[in-house]
């Protein structure tokens, strides 16, 4: 991973402190909803980005997708069924796949 600065992690082991700071990395929950009528919705949180990046990221995955969907409370919400997809997409974006989790 590289050097580490000592002054981050107050004496601990190298090895314990990578471990910390791979913890502290945002972990990114791509879930299935079902809502009124049996419609489908792939909710994608975690993404600790401002709410216009995140309108930018959602914008992308809709065009890819061919799909409508909206940012709120912090997620993106896609119409559809596209866990798969969006984990293949965000990864393309560079976002790291062991970051990236498929929920249910």
Known sequence: ??????????????EVC?????????????????RKWGREV?????LNLDNERLKKVAKQ?????ATGGTVKNGR????GDHRDRVKKLLEE???????????G
């Open 61 to 65: 995955l809709k065009s890819k997708l």
């Open 76 to 79: 993106i919400e896609l119409q």
């Open 1 to 14: 991973m590289g050097t580490l600065d000592p002054s981050v992690c107050g004496g601990l082991p190298p």
């Open 93 to 103: 974006m560079g976002y790291p796949p062991e970051n990236i989790v498929i929920v």
């Open 42 to 46: 792939t909710i994608i949180e975690g």
């Open 18 to 34: 990578e471990q910390l700071m791979m913890d502290q990395q945002e972990l990114i929950k791509i879930k299935l909803e079902k």
